[in-house]
């Protein structure tokens, strides 16, 4: 925790913070808190982020908010929780922050687990980390690809039930009598072939996390068991008399749509209204484009493992990078990773280059730039789009200055936007 002043002075620093946020021969105390944490020069809302502290101060109550923030270890995803302290007059004299490390995702390269930095995986994150200590249900919603399993999985390992059982469900192409059997187990005889009793994947998930996936696969006959099983976390084992109680917590995820399925019957409405309590979007690719490197790098690190003894590292080319950057992705990471374990196999000295992709993306990134070589193209905004950034970054021959020039913004907005690209070292 840290004690602030309306001016953004940091004016106190308790020891959890100095150990966790610490840096040898920098003193926090007496320097801007947006320096400290973002090393930016301005404040976080004049830098195009939410700043808690403005906020607060407009709602006269505490703001909550989740950032990427630097510290030794390099950039981390920071849970802030910011407070305002009033005087006899009710006028704001300081604030006091609480500062609390998101576990359940990385802001850099890793080799497990969640990545990402950008506003679209930060607000699911910050969804995750809100519900996460809570026992109510949560729905992940997303298209295919978007990694329903390692969120699911990041909401146990954030909640108390992290050290009990975390039992997948594949929903998808199970049969009615074989979901039930799988679901809530059976007794030795209750047909054909139980040659003994057996625990459903309820039990087995007893005192921890029940992840169904796909749950709008799930049979419409099955649906009021399912929905008898989360009211009254009873159920029966196939073929017994015997009635047991179930303690699990509750994640369900879907790509398809559920409020449309029960329009036409073929999903029931009770059971959507208990297994949404919390739902939670998934980002596509396509909506985290300023992740494109940084999911890159964690994937080939996770190939590079696999691969080859030692680990031995892969990279791609800055060209390459930018049409990974201008591809659509209806496959989101899922088919990312099927081109990089593609692109690996060929890549014989360990650089992935644009020979290296698959055809479709070589070609739908060969049109983008021929449609825009005369001009680039704006957003709505009159700005480039990262999409268009990236191109023009690939394609320009110049120095830093002189891009930064030709794109109209500043060196230092020019140095922001090309880290997120991963071309840092990109020539002065």
Same mark, same amino acid.
């Given at each position: 925790m840290i004690v602030l002043d309306p001016e953004y002075r940091i004016l106190a620093a308790n020891t959890a913070y100095q150990r966790q946020f610490g840096v040898a021969s920098q003193p926090h105390v007496g320097r801007?808190?947006?320096q400290v944490s973002h090393h930016y020069d301005v404040p976080c809302d004049q830098a195009g982020e939410h700043c808690p502290m403005k906020r607060a101060f407009e709602l006269r109550g505490p703001d909550r908010v989740l950032h990427i923030h630097h510290t030794p270890r390099?950039?981390?995803?920071?849970?802030?929780?910011? $407070?305002p302290v009033f005087n006899a007059q009710r006028e704001v004299v300081a604030y006091v922050e609480r500062l609390s490390t998101v576990r359940g995702a990385s802001a850099k390269p890793s080799a497990e687990g969640l990545v990402g930095r950008s506003a679209a995986f930060n607000a699911a994150i910050s969804a995750l980390h809100r519900v996460a200590p809570s026992m109510l249900p949560v729905l992940l919603l997303g298209e295919s690809g978007t990694g329903k399993e390692l969120f699911a999985r990041a909401v146990h390992e954030a909640s108390e039930r992290a050290q009990r059982p975390f039992v997948v469900v594949d929903c998808s192409g199970i049969t009615d009598a074989l979901f039930e059997s799988e679901i809530f187990g059976y007794e030795k005889g209750a047909f054909t072939g139980a040659?003994? $009793?057996?625990?459903g994947l309820v039990e087995t998930a007893q005192g921890g996390t029940l992840f169904l996936d796909e749950i709008g696969d799930v049979p419409l006959s099955m649906q009021v068991?399912?929905?008898?099983?989360?009211?009254?976390?009873?159920f029966r084992r196939v073929g017994g008399i015997e009635t047991l109680r179930a303690d699990f917590r509750l994640v369900a995820a879907t790509h398809k749509p559920l409020r449309e399925m029960i329009e036409d019957g073929r999903f029931r409405q009770d059971l959507y209204y208990r297994i949404s309590a919390f739902p939670i979007h998934l980002p596509t690719v396509r909506e985290r484009l300023d992740d494109i490197a940084l999911l890159v790098d964690s994937i080939l690190q996770r190939i590079g493992s696999a691969? $080859?003894?030692g680990g031995s590292k892969f990279s791609v080319a800055p060209d390459a990078l930018a049409m990974l950057h201008a591809y659509s992705w209806p496959g989101n990471i899922r088919e990312l990773r099927n081109v990089l374990d $593609?692109?690996?196999l060929l890549a014989d000295d360990g650089v992935i280059r644009i020979e290296h992709l698959p055809g479709d993306i070589v070609a739908g990134e060969s049109a983008d730039l021929g449609s825009h070589a005369s001009s680039p193209s704006l957003s709505t905004r009159g700005e480039l789009t990262d999409r268009e950034f990236a191109q023009r970054v690939a394609?320009?021959?110049?120095?830093r200055s002189a891009l930064a020039e030709s794109l109209g913004m500043s060196e230092r907005t020019l140095y922001r936007r090309l880290k997120t690209l991963g071309h840092v070292d990109y020539r002065r």
């Open positions: 801007k808190c947006y390099g950039p981390e995803h920071v849970d802030v929780e910011l $407070r040659a003994a $009793r057996k625990p068991k399912l929905l008898r099983l989360i009211e009254s976390s009873t691969q $080859r003894a $593609r692109a690996c394609t320009f021959s110049g120095t």
